[in-house]
Nanobody, 129 residues
Framework: QLQLRESGGDSVQAGGSLRLSCAAS????????MGWFRQAPGMEREGVAV???????SYADSVKGRFTISKDNAKNILYLQMNSLKPEDTAMYYC???????????????????????WGQGTQVTVSS
């Protein structure tokens, strides 16, 4: 099993920045597609940014140019750098992953978060105006 643990969520003012981290443990020797997803109260979970094992990325239109997904393979940590935060970015942010062997593309994962097998517990991001 792959375990994921997010950290870095906080309350910030609009225009501010945060960096989320997701530490992976367990079956880390496999290749994974990994991503960030978020869910605001009363809203469906949505994809934010996804990266595959070859470093290809996909982003939601709402965060393009503001958020950057990256990973440190040596440390098994996934990051999400969030700049120019807006109140509408307020949500619980989740890290998720699935085996690259399943062949899911980053765009597919972005649009179908329920297809990913491994999930963290989430970290709260609150952006005030």
């Amino acid at each position: 099993q792959l375990q994921l643990r997010e950290s870095g969520g906080d309350s910030v003012q609009a225009g501010g920045s945060l960096r989320l981290s997701c530490a992976a443990s367990g079956w880390t020797d496999n290749d994974y597609l990994m991503g960030w997803f978020r869910q605001a109260p009363g809203m469906e979970r949505e994809g934010v940014a996804v990266v595959d094992s070859d470093g290809r990325t996909s982003y939601a239109d709402s965060v393009k140019g503001r958020f950057t997904i990256s990973k440190d393979n040596a440390k098994n940590i996934l990051y999400l750098q969030m700049n120019s935060l807006k109140p509408e970015d307020t949500a619980m942010y989740y890290c998720a992953a699935d085996l690259s062997a399943w062949g899911m593309t980053t765009m597919q994962a972005l649009g179908a978060p329920d297809a990913l097998s491994y999930w963290g517990q989430g970290t709260q991001v609150t952006v005030s105006s």
